[in-house]
């Protein structure tokens, strides 16, 4: 198998000489001439199709939905939720779950107390001093605060797939320990995150899906953001008619 991020090239023994000389005495790698080189080739060949890859894959979109979460005012909306796609997580024993897996271990876990302490090592800057005191002032208030999760795995393809209440939203910039002790799975003992959320009455979510939603900062469309893996966590509200 070869190396992740290694490339083999075969080209004449006269061109490799030359390359050799070549980034020896201009002082430059081989990796960072390499780099330019392929770019430029790519650009040459078909801008528009570059321009693409290069957005997607330096996640542009990402950023700026990051960003317009972080820069977007904690008023929300009566039909806003918070919203989580998940990935593979290992327990700490390390056994792999999937997004699905995950969330069903959390149900399992809210069974035996009532409710569960959800983790997510997403940025701070996700759910900032604003944002928390917002949310628990809802909720102390008497608003349901709902949480959606999507899923990508052989049931669901990339589309809601549980949903939540929230009970209370707790942040630090810094990962730390479950604000309450093992109010979580201890599947996932020792657990530390940025972003703990408290909640109750998780259940498979039959009535809400990804393409009925959008991102609430933005307005770009959920059901497309997320089959490009280009939003994890943030806010989301029904498309307006």
């Given amino acids: 198998m070869g190396r992740q991020n290694y490339m083999t090239i075969t080209v004449a023994d006269t061109v490799q000489d030359m390359f050799h000389e070549f980034v020896t005495k201009k002082g430059l790698t081989k990796t960072a001439a390499l780099n330019d080189v392929l770019e430029m080739y790519m650009l040459a060949k078909d801008e528009k199709l570059y321009l693409e890859l290069k957005k997607r894959y330096l996640h542009v979109e990402s950023v700026r939905n990051m960003i317009a979460d972080r820069d977007g005012k904690a008023e929300g909306t009566a039909e806003e939720f918070i919203f989580m796609k998940l990935g593979m997580s290992e327990t700490a024993d390390g056994d792999p779950l999937d997004g699905e897996e995950t969330v069903r271990l959390y149900m399992e876990d809210e069974r035996e107390r009532g409710y569960t302490w ?115 966590f943030g806010y989301v509200s029904f498309k307006r008619n």
């Fill in 118 to 232: 959800f983790s997510t090592q997403s940025l701070y800057y996700g759910m900032n001093d604003a944002r928390v005191k917002y949310y628990n002032k809802k909720i102390e208030g008497g608003t349901k605060v709902r949480i959606l999760f999507a899923v990508n795995n052989e049931n669901y393809d990339n589309d809601i797939a549980f949903s939540a209440e929230v009970l209370e939203v707790y942040s630090r910039k810094l990962p730390v320990g479950c604000p309450e002790d093992n109010g979580y799975p201890m599947a996932y003992d020792n657990e530390k995150a940025r972003i703990w959320i408290k909640m109750r009455h998780i259940e498979e979510e039959k009535e809400i899906n990804a393409s009925m939603l959008q991102i609430t900062s933005t307005g770009r469309d959920l059901k497309q953001t997320i089959s490009n893996a280009q939003y994890h």
